[in-house]
């Protein structure tokens, strides 16, 4: 099994930076790919970036790819999420989630097989 758990969401205002982060444990195959993404409210859940574990590849949304950034500490087993130069836009609640195959749909909410619980983004 996978544990996935959030943290660092919070309100900030426009322009502003936030770093969410992502434990991770159980089973090193199932979060090979970790991803983030987000739901804002009465939209679908989107993908924003994702993180090959072994490999450190990174794919991002074009929306984001210019502001946000993926990285990973191997040694803490937490992946994150840079957020830089947020916008009103950006409110959702964000999401870390696992599956084993990195690359193809990596975007794609439903290739995910273990999700953390969400951490809220507000940007003013």
């Known amino acids: 099994d996978v544990q996935l758990v959030e943290s660092g969401g919070g309100s900030v205002q426009a322009g502003g930076s936030l770093r969410l982060s992502c434990a991770t444990s159980?089973?090193?195959?199932?979060?090979?790919?970790m991803g983030w993404l987000r739901q804002a409210p009465g939209k679908e859940r989107e993908g924003l970036a994702a993180?090959?574990?072994?490999?450190?590849?990174?794919l991002y949304a074009d929306s984001v790819q210019d502001r946000f950034a993926i990285f990973q500490d191997r040694v803490k087993n937490t992946v994150f999420l840079q957020l830089n130069a947020l916008k009103s836009e950006d409110t959702a609640m964000y999401y870390c989630?696992?599956?084993?195959?990195?690359?193809?749909?990596?975007?794609?909410?439903?290739?995910?097989?273990?999700w953390g619980q969400g951490t809220q983004v507000t940007v003013s």
């Open positions: 989630a696992a599956k084993s195959q990195y690359g193809a749909r990596w975007d794609d909410p439903r290739q995910y097989n273990y």
């Open positions: 159980g089973y090193t195959y199932s979060r090979n790919c």
């Open positions: 993180i090959g574990t072994v490999t450190d590849s990174t």
